[in-house]
Each structure stands twice: as C-alpha cells, then as structure tokens.
C-alpha cells in the first residue's frame, strides 16, 4: 500500500483520514440539505465514525487512500477525497522476474496507474479554490511523486456540474459506459469516465494554475475609492 502523506497546499491541506476528523466531517455534511447525491457523505456521528473506519480499511487493504480536505486559512474540515482503484502493472519489465509482491517494496508500492474519486465538499467552498488546489495535490503527488503514467477521474453521467469541473482540468474523455452501476438513488446509472496522461499533465497543471489565479483576483479585496483631499494632483 502507498505511504499516508499529509498534502500541503495554499488553500487546502489533505491530512490522511483518522477518527480526529469525525467532527468536522459532521459539520460539513450538515450543510448539505435534500437527498443522497452522487457521492457518499457521511451524516451525523456514526455515519462520520464507520466513513472513517472504512476509509481506514481500505487503506490498509491497500486500495484507498482517502483524505480529509482542510481549509488553510481556517483550520475547518469542509470535505474528503481520496485515491482509488491503484492499479500496479504486470511486467515482465525486468529478467529474471522478481517473486517479491509490489506491496514490500520499501516506503510503500508505488501504483502505474490510479484513480481519483470520492469527493464531497460543503455547499461554501464549492466552485471556489478549494476544490483546484485539492486537486493540484492529489495530481502533483500522483504525477511528480509516484510517476504514474495515468490517473482516472469519473462522475455520473446525470452529475452535469462535476463532470464540468472535470473537463475544465483539461481531463480527456473516454467515453461513457452504459448501465455501469447502481447509482446512490437506486437508479442504474451510467459513469463518464476521464483520464490525465504522464504526458499531458504538465498542460493540466498549468491550466489549473491559471484557474487558481483568476479565481484568486475574484476574491481579492477592492481597493476603497481615495477620498478627494488624497488624490494626487494632476501635473500639465
């Protein structure tokens, strides 16, 4: 299984998931009103308990590595993510092939592939910056860190605004698979899958750079109007 890493970031910190974020879970799935969407989120102290006893499962299972989104300025827990689905290629890259398992592999297996997914925010970050530095950091810790060759995003396909979000990280298109799965509603859903390649992911992250700082200008502060005993003097 990959090592737990703390992720830090300008706007958002990504801190493995652990029992200590239970609260903040419940706070920030309290915001959301009206039925199950399209991600599981955690509502009310149990539910928060057994997401973060699950979460911890499968990390140790080695085929998650889930995250809780914190916000840098205010020390909040306003969501979670997480990676998913790490694949680890078969060789033979290497003769003569190795029997030792890619789990023993010093400080963690390092996957080829991997998927990110399972995220939900409160309603007052969505749309913002906290989501693109979220995903600036789970990208750069795949890309640059374990040098995947591909990371996964998916949505359902109803889930218009997600797969949006997607496509304005430059995210390819692979198609959408028909009656996938059963979506939270009990509908059979169909899943838009997207993928970022090794290569393309330097385009990607600039993208995403651009979107912070224009985002970034939206937030920033009007400077107040100078009253007019403190305006310079017009010269000519």
Known sequence: MPAPVILHGRIARLEPLAPHHVPGLVAA?????GPAGFTVVPHGEQEARTYVFQA???????????FAIVTVADECVV????????DYWQGPLTWPLSAEPVTS??????PDAVEIGNTWLTPSVRGGQVNLDAKLLLLSHAFDSWGVRRVTLRADARNLRSRA?????????DGVRRAHSRGLDGAVRD????????EEWPGVRGRIH???AVRAMRCAPLMPALPESMRPL???
């Open 234 to 236: 017009a010269i000519g």
């Open 165 to 173: 979000a997607i496509e304005r990280l430059g995210a390819v298109s």
């Open 29 to 33: 799935a309290a915001a959301l009103d």
């Open 210 to 212: 651009e979107q912070l």
């Open 56 to 66: 911890e499962a499968a990390q140790l299972a080695g085929t998650a590595l889930a």
């Open 191 to 198: 899943t838009a899958f997207y993928s970022i390649l090794h």
């Open 79 to 86: 969501g979670a993510t997480r990676f998913t689905r790490l």
């Open 105 to 110: 592999l010093p400080g963690g297996a390092i």
